[in-house]
């Protein structure tokens, strides 16, 4: 009996501790990333104080959050710098060694491969894309026979069938709803497609010729007007985080904006507001609508666990004006070298906010360098995901940034950079080492412009003391290109810059294509 009373005493324990409340469980963010494009790091007054363009609304969200002053793209350019914040993994170990996508390109991420959104909607989350996607998607053709035209004009979608259902979609890599159109805004078909389906046949040829305003000659949807794609995409934006903010389950959010990449359309009550240049104006619209997006959040009562990041895909672009503004005194790469398409520092180094009023510290910054590929393993660490050794090879958490009074010893070990002809860089700590003789892009010099003959094979930059890539210090500094050259060419074997197995890099036509300086 008295063994049968202990026995009893110790399951009423049990149930009595089982029954207990236990420690309040760390709710999951909402995680909303809004990805400008061919945005500047000069382009945003809290990262430029002395830039020409009014930003109050972006200035708000950084004073809200936090900055990161050393922020970069995986890419110089539009695809791969999108494959790297999705995939957590450098563009350059896809198919795609070089430069974008087009409007009719077919799907550039195999649905097998681990995406920041099949992380967190494994983890509970609700996902959706809005905007521009440019990692391709497979159009149903007439013939059922995959597409091979890669061209601009009209006469190159004549193989698309219009009234069928698109494949390989944001729908297959994770995102429970996606919205939006395949190529840039200048690139045709100009065409909707919601889950897959196209949401109007195109029933006009449609071309824009303006200076700034410019697209290419293309199919166009009765829907698709190209001045309101970027107001649309916002609008749309909104009333998802509205109905969500209804919902008990976390979500994700990819704004993708098209904007301000040409055509430039500022809607009539915003040209000439800036006083500077259509590309001025065009920006401060979009300031306003991510001001409209912050003050959805806070009247939905969802502001103090959702985090924002706000971000570019490269630098500004040349086809933007950036002369015109320059000579304003407006420098839309702040002081640093070069434009999108360039391995220097203004082709990649972007502005990067993060506003999380649950962790951090309002109107603080990080100097540390960070990379967009990072986003995917901050997303898996915040949805309590542990990746595996073949996701996020190339991505580190942001997390533990978010807390401004944590020291981080060493964030991440290097990062490396890509230009649109394939030219690498990487950079460790204040020195960069770019392994080629000039821009890799579109400022001088240029691939293949004479100029390029009589400079050496790489350049060395010490950031800390010349920002502005001026002053090539490779020549006394052997010892520092040997390192960096071993450590980027043990990145690219390896097929992963983070800790863990080694991975296979993708291959072309069976091979993978060895680069030149990897021993």
């Known amino acids: 009996m008295k063994h049968l009373l202990q026995l009893l005493a110790l399951v009423l324990t049990f149930q009595l501790y089982s029954c207990s409340p236990k420690e309040p469980q760390v709710k999951q963010p909402n995680i909303i990333v809004i990805l400008a494009d061919d945005l500047g790091y000069g382009d945003v007054k809290a990262f430029n104080p002395e830039g020409k363009i009014a930003t109050p609304f972006l200035d708000q969200l950084a004073s809200e ?6 922020a970069h793209t995986p890419s110089a350019v539009c695809t791969p710098t999108r494959y790297g914040f999705m995939t957590g993994r450098y563009n350059w170990r896809s198919t795609l060694k070089s430069g974008v996508l087009t409007g009719n390109s077919k799907a550039l991420i195999p649905d097998s ?14 996902t959706a894309f809005i905007g521009k996607w440019h990692l391709g998607w497979d159009w149903a053709t007439l013939d059922g026979d995959p597409l091979t035209a890669e061209g601009w004009g009209p006469h190159d979608f ?3 069938d219009f009234t069928k259902p698109v494949t390989h979609t944001p729908n297959d890599l994770g995102f429970d709803y996606a919205y939006g159109h395949n190529g840039s805004l200048d690139m045709a078909p100009y065409v ?3 889950n897959g389906q196209i949401t109007a046949i195109p029933d006009t040829v449609t071309v824009n010729k303006g200076k700034y305003s410019w697209w290419r000659e293309g199919p166009t949807s009765p829907d698709f007007d190209h001045e309101k794609v970027t107001p649309n995409f916002f609008e749309r934006s909104i009333a998802y985080i509205q109905e969500q903010a209804k919902e008990e389950k976390p979500f994700f959010l990819y ?10 359309l500022p809607p009539a009550e915003w040209q000439g507001k800036s006083g500077l240049a259509p590309y001025a104006d065009f920006m401060m619209m979009i300031d306003e609508y991510v001001g409209q997006l912050n003050e959805a959040i806070k009247k939905a009562g969802i502001e103090e666990n959702t985090l924002i990041v706000f971000t570019s895909d490269n630098g500004g672009s040349p086809a933007a004006g950036l002369d015109v503004m320059q000579e304003a005194g407006h420098f839309s790469s702040y002081i640093y070298r070069g434009h999108k398409a360039d391995i220097f520092e203004g082709g990649h180094r972007v502005p990067f906010i993060a506003k999380w009023p649950a962790k951090i510290q309002k109107g603080t910054s990080r100097s540390e360098t960070i990379c967009l590929t990072d986003l995917m393993a901050t997303g898996a660490e915040l949805s309590g995901y542990e990746l595996k050794d073949n996701e996020g090879e190339d991505s580190y958490s942001l997390v533990s940034l978010f807390d401004a009074n944590n020291k981080v010893a060493q964030f991440r070990e290097a990062t490396v950079s890509h230009s649109i002809n394939g030219s690498f860089a990487i950079r460790q700590g204040d020195w960069k080492l770019i392994m080629a003789k000039g821009s890799g892009g579109w400022s001088f010099p240029k691939p293949g412009d004479p100029s390029e003959a009589e400079l050496p094979d790489v350049q060395l930059y010490n950031l800390a003391s010349d920002p502005g890539e001026t002053n090539n210090i490779y020549a006394e500094n052997g010892d520092k290109v040997a390192s960096l050259k071993a450590l980027l060419s043990k990145y690219i074997k390896e097929g992963r810059s983070t800790p863990g197995a080694p991975q296979s890099n993708d291959q072309i036509d069976g091979e993978w294509k060895q680069i030149g300086f990897v021993e």
């Open 158 to 160: 004549d193989q698309i």
């Open 113 to 126: 491969r681990s995406t920041m959104a099949s992380v967190l909607k494994a983890q509970g989350y609700s």
């Open 255 to 264: 704004l993708a904006l098209p904007s301000p990449h040409t055509p430039i």
């Open 65 to 70: 959050g936090m900055i990161f002053t050393d």
């Open 192 to 194: 909707y497609v919601e």
